[in-house]
């Protein structure tokens, strides 16, 4: 069978068209949220190894990711007021 003896109408169909539409929104929706946690994790250990390169204390370190983990927290608080 020859691509040019496929009934290429039935591909083109409005429903298809709109299952596959939003199968891709959803996709790039998982993919991105997926993307933006393991971003913000290999930002953390970069600002962990950073700062044991410094000589920062374990205790230091602890304070200063509770800190910015609880301003993320926040963040995502006034997020949900708007």
Do not use: H, P
Not at 1 to 22: P, S
Not at 58 to 81: H, L, P, Q, Y
């Amino acid at each position: 069978m020859l691509l040019a003896e496929v009934n290429w109408n039935g591909l083109f169909d409005k429903d298809i068209i709109f299952l596959i539409c939003v199968a891709l929104v959803f996709i790039v929706a998982i993919t991105s949220a997926a993307w933006k946690s393991l971003e913000g994790k290999r930002m953390d250990t970069r600002l962990k190894e950073q700062m044991i390169a410094s000589g920062y204390k374990a205790d230091e370190i602890e304070r200063v990711i509770k800190a910015t983990a609880s301003k993320k927290g926040d963040d995502k608080n006034k997020d949900d007021d708007d």
